[in-house]
């Protein structure tokens, strides 16, 4: 027996560096006359048009925090099966929205990774004076104005070499075939994973982002998108930063309020259950109010 030559590539390991084109692009969407505050990428399945609506009408729109320029962009590959059909409908919601990105890469859980460097590709090549950058997942309630007023502070310098999220510290790569999250040895043959900040929000600040797109194109990749950006971290020796309390939730919480208000995300919140929480979020209600109005 001979291990595998290390130029075969495991099927799960996602093929890279290749010059995945965009089928989509957004190239002028950072031209405003300032660089955005925050550029919110968030990872979207082709067949998800719904979930991009919804998105776009709650945590997701661009201009949830008054006087501070955010820009929203999906993140989206080419479905395995529908791609020629659902590419035209992509289109039509692009030219509608302009908010969507697409390369030509299958769009499969296994291949999340190509899509978070399509998102950094397109910050380092469009939008490198981008001040942070939040890569999010759909199945997530977002706080974007919490994180912007409370957290990142448009007052403040802005941090350099700088990434919060909620931390995952000595992890490692989970080795069961049947699970989701499986990671086969010959694409990480390490036992642990440096610190990393949990995929479904996390934050990096632009030259952090700009960076890691360019440590990724000499890394091995991962079939996991955010132990992937740990390493990237790593070998930029740039360190995670733990979220305050209670602002980073990777388990889903019942919705409250005031305990809401004061989150970046949490976790396992589809589209439409957002829609549902939604007014009752935002309304105008003395007690706790909604989106970091609290100074606590
Ligand atoms: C990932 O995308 C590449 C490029 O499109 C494709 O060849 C590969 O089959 C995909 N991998 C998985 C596991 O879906
Ligand atoms: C304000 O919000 C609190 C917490 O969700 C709720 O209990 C209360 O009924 C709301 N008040 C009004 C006037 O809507």
């Known amino acids: 027996w001979l291990p595998a030559p290390a130029t075969t590539r495991h099927p799960l ?11 989509l692009n957004e190239p002028h969407k950072c031209r405003g006359p300032r660089p955005p505050f925050l550029v919110l990428l968030v990872a979207s ?18 201009l949830a925090v ?16 529908f791609g020629a059909e659902l590419g035209r409908l992509l289109a039509e919601e692009s030219g509608a929205h302009r908010d969507v990105l697409q390369q030509d890469f299958v769009d499969t859980y296994h291949n999340l990774t190509l899509k978070t460097l399509m998102g950094l590709q ?5 939008c490198p004076a ?15 104005p919490f994180l912007v007023r409370r957290i990142l502070r448009p007052g403040r310098p802005p941090r350099r070499r700088f990434a919060l999220g909620h931390v995952y510290r ?7 075939p049947r699970i989701k999250w499986f990671v086969p040895r010959q694409v990480y043959p390490h036992r642990s994973y440096p610190p990393y900040c949990a995929g479904p929000a996390y934050v990096l600040s632009g030259d952090v982002a700009v960076a890691a797109f360019g440590a990724a194109q000499e890394l091995p990749l991962l079939n996991m998108e955010d132990a992937f950006v740990g390493l990237c971290l ?15 939730n990777v388990v889903r919480l019942p919705y ?10 949490v976790h396992r919140y589809e589209p439409r259950e957002v829609l549902r929480i939604w007014p009752d979020f935002t309304a105008e209600n003395g007690t706790c109010p909604p989106w970091g109005g609290w100074d606590g």
Request: with cysteine; glycine share 10%; net charge positive.
């Open 122 to 126: 397109w910050v380092a090549r469009h």
């Open 234 to 248: 790593r070998s930029l020796g740039v360190a995670v930063t733990d979220g305050p309390p209670g602002a980073f």
């Open 66 to 81: 008054p006087g501070v320029p955010l820009v929203r962009l999906f993140l989206t590959g080419v479905h395995p099966v």
């Open 130 to 144: 981008a001040r942070y950058v939040l890569k999010a997942d759909s199945d997530v309630f977002l706080n974007v």
């Open 13 to 23: 390991q996602p093929p890279y560096p290749r010059p995945y084109r965009f089928l």
């Open 256 to 265: 409250e309020r005031c305990r809401f208000g004061r989150a970046v995300v």
């Open 170 to 176: 000595g992890t490692g790569p989970l080795r069961n």
């Open 45 to 62: 399945r082709p067949s998800d048009a719904e979930g991009r609506a919804a998105i776009r009408r709650t945590w997701g729109s661009e």
